[in-house]
């Protein structure tokens, strides 16, 4: 599988995996971390798939 990746996106920063929240915002962290964790199984669960 090849992905064709525009240059401003070849150029630009990685996204941070776990964003900056205060110390307070509880919720917001566990969200993010869960949502992460979602798109790293999907991630997994598409490369596991025989290709055709």
């Known amino acids: 599988m090849i992905f064709i ?3 401003i996106l070849s150029q630009s920063e ?3 995996s776990i964003p900056v929240l205060s110390t307070t915002s ?3 962290r566990s969200t993010s971390i869960f949502l992460l964790l ?3 199984i999907f991630l ?3 490369l596991s ?3 055709s």
Do not use: F, I, T
């Open 26 to 28: 509880k919720e917001g």
């Open 5 to 7: 990746v525009p240059e």
């Open 49 to 51: 798939l025989p290709s």
């Open 14 to 16: 990685s996204a941070r």
């Open 44 to 46: 997994v669960y598409v």
């Open 38 to 40: 979602l798109g790293n």
